[in-house]
Nanobody, 124 residues
């Protein structure tokens, strides 16, 4: 079992930055690939970024590539999402998720554990 708690969301102006954190419980955190997803009002949940268990492999949605950076600190059981050059269309609830499988995935159904989400609002 892994429990995930996101933090760091808030209101920011377009062009600004935020860093989201996702703290995980459990001693097996380092065995999981981790991902960030987001869901805007009236839209389906979408993939944002993922990172392998070691941190050596990452992958991003085209919409955030070059602006967002995913990282992890296995000693702190935490995964981060640094978000720069934010746009109004980045407004959403952001969720972190844990995937026990090998490798990384953009598919939400590969992820077994989810946090409650943190709201990010970008004003124009």
């Amino acid at each position: 079992q892994v429990q995930l708690v996101e933090s760091g969301g808030g209101l920011v102006q377009a062009g600004g930055s935020l860093r989201l954190s996702c703290a995980a419980s459990g001693r097996t955190f380092s065995r999981y690939a981790m991902g960030w997803f987001r869901q805007a009002p009236g839209k389906e949940r979408e993939f944002v970024a993922t990172i392998s268990w070691s941190g050596g492999n990452t992958y991003y949605a085209d919409s955030v590539k070059g602006r967002f950076t995913i990282s992890r600190d296995n000693a702190k059981n935490t995964v981060y999402l640094q978000m720069n050059s934010l746009k109004p269309e980045d407004t959403a609830v952001y969720y972190c998720a844990a995937d026990p499988g090998l490798g990384i995935s953009v598919y939400a159904d590969r992820y077994d554990y989810w946090g409650q989400g943190t709201q990010v609002t970008v004003s124009s």
